[in-house]
């Protein structure tokens, strides 16, 4: 019986370190591993005894790309644990800052990492000789996030801003309006973003999958919201626990993340969509109509056309919350989270982040849980391994390699936060 074995050293556009192992007999897939090996950085260990209110700077170094969903899970954990709501100017500066996030974010994985994989290159650089204006698009569009980011949070890369009960400093109204412009021009730019992606090459595949996300009464998800899911679950973020566990496997230091009795399930920018479509404003529901898209999806290729439709209702988000903008009266509120507990879960790019602190008498935290996206996506990935190698056995090697590494892209995994290269050993017997 032949082995054949592929192996792929370096897999850029994934941001972290892992590897896969595909096992193939005969006809059938016996096995589609995604092994995470990047070393575990023991956060949540490094959190017991710091103060409460350092949780936002120390978690917000868990990930260059995300800072902000980290500190985000973080405050609103705290203020919870402490009884306490922040205003409503400051909990619209909150979405505002989220916003930046989700444009950076989205744009980045959209133009640098995923789009190569529908055009036939093996990364952005190689692409932006045949498609030069759009890389330019991304590049400038992921440039105004980041502004956004940089306004409200003191810098984009781990913003220092960002405290338990509000701000430390807010923006005054000329400083968010001198950005306003910019923010039209990316509305329009990320509408481009939406029509190119929506044009390109789209594998049959489906599954059905459990879709969970945050559901808000009024709004689309970004900050607040119950935790619901295609299939029944609709809990507050104390519930967590009791609905979703984590399991320890071999191949992986991350851990799987299930629906208790019943197994893995699916978050990010396709959970949020199918389960909120019709919190989106006009404009991001024209967009998916426009790109062939109804109120579901469930081919996980078609998620680089969702996470462009989020960048229009960022943008078109971020514009209204500056129109709207009235400066609080003091940049936060005072919060004494003691000898309790504080769970929040918001929606980070890639899917909801999970956190909960349990604080001593004097405020400083006896336990923390941070529960990523990735890992959180990990066992849905590989069941979608599985699957789709399964119905592309006729395949060589190469591009069977090829579609694999797309697959796991589909996710947009941020692998540190749970991997920079992916090993891709393929065994058929």
């Not at 005894?49 to 949780?55: D, H, I, L, N, Q």
């Not at 619209?92 to 989205?106: A, D, M, N, T, V």
Request: hydrophobic share 40%; charged share 25%.
């Amino acid at each position: 019986m032949t082995i054949r074995t592929i192996k792929v050293d370096h897999l850029a556009r994934v941001e972290g370190e892992g590897s896969l192992y595909l096992r193939i007999q005969g006809n059938e897939v016996a096995e589609a591993r995604l092994s995470i090996f990047e070393p575990p950085r023991f956060f949540e260990a490094l959190l017991r005894g710091r103060a409460y209110s350092e949780a936002p700077d120390i978690t917000a170094r868990i990930c260059g790309i995300c800072p902000v969903a980290y500190q985000m899970s973080a405050v609103h954990a705290m203020e919870r644990a402490a009884g306490v709501k922040v205003s409503e100017p400051l909990r619209k500066l909150r979405r505002l800052l989220y916003c930046g996030e989700w444009i950076e974010s989205h744009i980045l994985h959209i133009y640098m990492l995923h789009a190569p994989d529908f055009l036939g290159y093996q990364d952005a650089i190689e692409m932006a000789r045949d498609h030069t204006d759009a890389v330019n698009r991304g590049l400038e569009l992921k440039k105004t996030g980041n502004q956004l980011i940089r306004l409200l949070g003191g810098r984009e890369i781990h913003p220092i801003n960002i405290r338990v009960g509000g701000f430390y400093k807010c923006p005054e109204e000329k400083e968010l309006k001198a950005l306003g412009e910019k923010l039209k021009w990316a509305r329009d730019a990320a509408l481009e973003t939406v029509r190119w992606v929506s044009g390109f090459p789209f594998p049959e595949y489906r599954r059905d999958y459990e879709f969970v996300a945050l559901r808000h009464s009024s709004n689309y998800p970004i900050n607040e919201g119950r935790i619901v899911s295609s299939k029944g679950v609709d809990i507050d973020a104390c519930e967590f626990e009791d609905t979703f566990e984590e399991r320890q496997v071999p191949h992986s230091n991350a851990l799987h993340a299930f629906v208790k009795g019943r197994g893995a399930y699916f978050v990010g920018p396709m959970a949020r969509y199918n389960l909120n479509f019709t919190k989106l404003p006009e404009l991001a529901r024209s967009a998916a109509k426009e790109a062939g898209l109804g109120e579901h999806c469930d081919n996980p290729f078609q998620s680089i056309i969702i996470r462009a439709i989020e960048a229009v209702f960022a943008c078109d988000e971020a514009l209204t919350l500056i129109e709207e903008y009235e400066p609080p009266e003091e940049p936060a509120i005072d919060v004494l989270p003691r000898g309790k507990t504080g769970w929040a879960c918001t929606e980070a790019p890639r899917g909801i982040l999970y956190h909960r602190y349990q604080m001593d008498a004097n405020g400083d935290i006896i336990a923390a849980s941070i529960i990523p996206p990735t890992s959180q996506n990990q066992k849905t990935i590989e069941d979608d391994l599985c699957a789709m190698a399964a119905d592309n056995l006729d395949l060589d090697d190469e591009a069977l390699q090829w579609r694999c590494e797309q697959t796991i892209r589909n996710y947009d995994p941020c692998i540190s936060c749970a991997t920079h290269f992916l090993n891709l050993e393929v065994e058929r017997r």
